[in-house]
C-alpha cells in the first residue's frame, strides 16, 4: 500500500440519505467514474454527515449499504480506487474537532446549505449541522486531494475547507494540500422536472421532481413526460426557458451532444419528440447502474469485504495527515 505513483490524488463524498438522483449521478457520480481512470481516487459514503437529519437507525444502515452498492454498480473498482464509508474511519471526526478550531463561527454561519436547512427544519437545527462543513472539510484534507468533484452546490463548503487549510498552513507550516473543486460544466446543477428554478434533489416530496437511479424505465418516461416545460414549443437554449434549458443539458450529459447539436436535431420538431429522445437517453445511461446494482445488492458478503478493505486503505492514507495535524497542534506523542 504504497503512494500514489504522481498520480494527482481526488476525493468525494455522498450522504446515504436516500437513493441519488439523476441530479447527483450526472453532477457528481459521474465524474467520479470518470476521474477514476486518472487519478488516485477516494469516495466516500458520508454516513457521519447524514446524521445531522437523524435518520431511524435501520434506515440509515440499509442505505449505507446500498449506497456503497451503488457506487461500485457505476463502475468503480474497489481494487482500483478506495471506496470505504466514512464513520469506519475515526480519523475523519477526529481531524474535523481540530479543524472546528480553525474555523470562525461567522464563516460557518455564513454557508448557504446551513442557512437554507435551518430555515427549512427549524426544529432541528444542531450544532452538526453548523459544524457540517469542517467534518467536509476533513474528509478532503485528511487525503491530500488535489480535486474535489462535485455539483455547483458544494462550492461553497470547497471554499471553507480551502480558507481553512490556508490558515492552518499559516500558522504551522504547509500541513495540507488546498484542494481544487472539480465541478463539470454541463450537469453540475440538474434542476428538478417540476421546479426547473430549484435544484433536483432526493430529498423532494414530489416524487415527480426528480429521477432516482434505479427508476425503472417506465417511471423514468413519465417523469419526463410530465416535466414542465414552456408554451414555446421549440427546442433552444434561452433565458426564461429553465424547464427546456434543463432538459437540454440532462439531454447533453447523457449523449455528449452540445446544445447546438440538440438545437439542430430537434428544429422542426415539437416537445413531445424532444422529451420522448430525451427520456430514452436517460433510460439507456441509467440501465447497466440498475442491473449491476440489483446484482451487488444481493451479494452481502462482497459488500462487507469491500468495505473492510476501502476502511483500511482509507485509514492508512488518513492516518498520516491526522498524525502530522496533531504534532503541529502540540498534542504530546509517545
Ligand atoms: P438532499 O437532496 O438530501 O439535500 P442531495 O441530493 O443534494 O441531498 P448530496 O448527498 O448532498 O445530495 O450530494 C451528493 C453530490 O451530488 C454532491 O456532489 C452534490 O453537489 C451533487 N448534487 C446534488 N444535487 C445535484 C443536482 N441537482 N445537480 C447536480 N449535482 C447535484
Ligand atoms: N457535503 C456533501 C457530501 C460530502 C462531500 C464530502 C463532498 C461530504 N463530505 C467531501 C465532497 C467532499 C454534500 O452534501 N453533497
Not at 156 to 169: M, P
Request: overall charge neutral; proline content about 4%; glycine content about 6%.
Amino acid at each position: 500500500m504504497e503512494a500514489t505513483q504522481n498520480k494527482k490524488i481526488v476525493l468525494s463524498a455522498i450522504q446515504p440519505t436516500g437513493t441519488p438522483t439523476l441530479g447527483n449521478y450526472l453532477g457528481a457520480l459521474k465524474n467520479w467514474k470518470t476521474m477514476s481512470a486518472d487519478y488516485e481516487c477516494f469516495y466516500a459514503v458520508a454516513d457521519l454527515h447524514s446524521i445531522t437529519v437523524r435518520p431511524e437507525p435501520a434506515l440509515l444502515r440499509r442505505r449505507t449499504l446500498e449506497m456503497y452498492a451503488l457506487l461500485l454498480a457505476i463502475g468503480l473498482d474497489p481494487k482500483e480506487n478506495t471506496v470505504f464509508v466514512q464513520s469506519h474511519v475515526p480519523a475523519h471526526a477526529q481531524l474535523a474537532w481540530i479543524l472546528n478550531c480553525y474555523a470562525q463561527f461567522g464563516e460557518a454561519a455564513r454557508m448557504t446549505q446551513f442557512k437554507d436547512k435551518s430555515e427549512k427544519h427549524p426544529e432541528n437545527v444542531n450544532v452538526g449541522l453548523f459544524a457540517y462543513p469542517m467534518l467536509m472539510a476533513a474528509d478532503i484534507l485528511l487525503y491530500q486531494a488535489d480535486y474535489v468533484p462535485v455539483g455547483h452546490d458544494q462550492k461553497q463548503h470547497l471554499e471553507i475547507t480551502r480558507d481553512i487549510a490556508e490558515r492552518f498552513n499559516g500558522i504551522y507550516g504547509q500541513t495540507f494540500k488546498v484542494p481544487e473543486p472539480f465541478i463539470g460544466k454541463a450537469g453540475a446543477n440538474i434542476k428538478s422536472l417540476q421546479d426547473p428554478t430549484q435544484k433536483m434533489s432526493k430529498s423532494d416530496p414530489n416524487a415527480k421532481a426528480f429521477i432516482s437511479m434505479l427508476d425503472d424505465a417506465d417511471a423514468i418516461v413519465r417523469k419526463i413526460k410530465s416535466a414542465v416545460t414552456d408554451s414555446e414549443s421549440y427546442v433552444r437554449y434561452a433565458e426564461g426557458k429553465d424547464g427546456v434549458n434543463n432538459l437540454m443539458g440532462i439531454y447533453a450529459c447523457c449523449t455528449g451532444r452540445s446544445y447546438e447539436q440538440i438545437e439542430q436535431e430537434f428544429a422542426g420538431k415539437g416537445y413531445g419528440d424532444f422529451k420522448a429522445a430525451v427520456a430514452e437517453a436517460v433510460v439507456e445511461e441509467l440501465r447497466p447502474v440498475k442491473t449491476e446494482f440489483d446484482r451487488l445488492i444481493d451479494d452481502k458478503a462482497y459488500l462487507t469485504a469491500c468495505m473492510q478493505e476501502g476502511a483500511e486503505k482509507a485509514s492508512y492514507f488518513a492516518g498520516k495527515t491526522l498524525r502530522k495535524a496533531m504534532k503541529k497542534v502540540g498534542f504530546y506523542q509517545f
